[in-house]
Each structure stands twice: as C-alpha cells, then as structure tokens.
C-alpha cells in the first residue's frame, strides 16, 4: 500500500502561480507512476498530468498543456505540480493519485488540496 499527502494549495490571484507536492510513503518501490488529477465543484474528476516515476516521461490535459508542469524527486519519494500563469478556471481540489504498472487504474489517492484561483 501507498499513502500520498498533498500540500501548497492555497489561493492565488489569476496569473499568478503555485506549487503542489505529493509526498509517497509505505510500499514506494511498487510506484509505476503518478499523477495529478482535479475536481471542481459541481464536475467531474479530471486528470491533470502524470509522471512515469522511472525515465520521467510526462503527459498533460490540453487544458494545462504549456503552463503546469510535473516533475519526481524519486530520493524523496515526491512529486511536483508547479502551475504558472494560473485562470479561474483551474480553481479545483487536487488529487494526488499513484499506481504500480501502466496496466493498472490509479489505485492510491490522497486527500486532496484546495485550489482556489480569483479574477
């Protein structure tokens, strides 16, 4: 088993920017990769970006292609999502999620960390 903790939400002006980190613990060595994914009120949880935790490969949504960016710090056991150039929009809580192969659902979540961006 995985457990994930979230932190850096928080609330930002549009433009500005933020970083969240997701900090692994227990069974670490069984991550394949994680991710990030959101869900704001009212709508449904959407991913975000994913990180392959070895080699570092990267996938975005379209909507934050260009502007967030996923990166590990694998000796940490700790992955980052820095948001730039942050829109209303993206007012949601993150979600932190981990799996142990590219076959597999992301199946450790953590608890979620509020974002709230204002116009």
């Known amino acids: 088993q995985v457990q994930l903790v979230e932190s850096g939400g928080g609330l930002v002006q549009a433009g500005g920017s933020l970083r969240l980190s997701c900090a692994a613990s227990?069974?670490?060595?069984?991550?394949?990769?994680m991710a990030w994914f959101r869900q704001a009120p009212g709508k449904e949880r959407e991913f975000v970006a994913a990180?392959?935790?070895?080699?570092?490969?990267?996938s975005y949504s379209n909507s934050v292609k260009g502007r967030f960016t996923i990166s590990s710090d694998n000796a940490k056991n700790t992955a980052y999502l820095q948001m730039n150039s942050l829109k209303p929009e993206d007012t949601a809580v993150y979600y932190c999620?981990?799996?142990?192969?590219?076959?597999?659902?992301?199946?450790?979540w953590g608890q979620g960390t509020q974002v709230t961006v204002s116009s």
């Open positions: 990180i392959r935790w070895t080699g570092g490969t990267t």
């Open positions: 227990g069974r670490t060595f069984t991550i394949y990769g």
């Open positions: 999620a981990s799996r142990s192969s590219v076959l597999l659902q992301y199946n450790s």
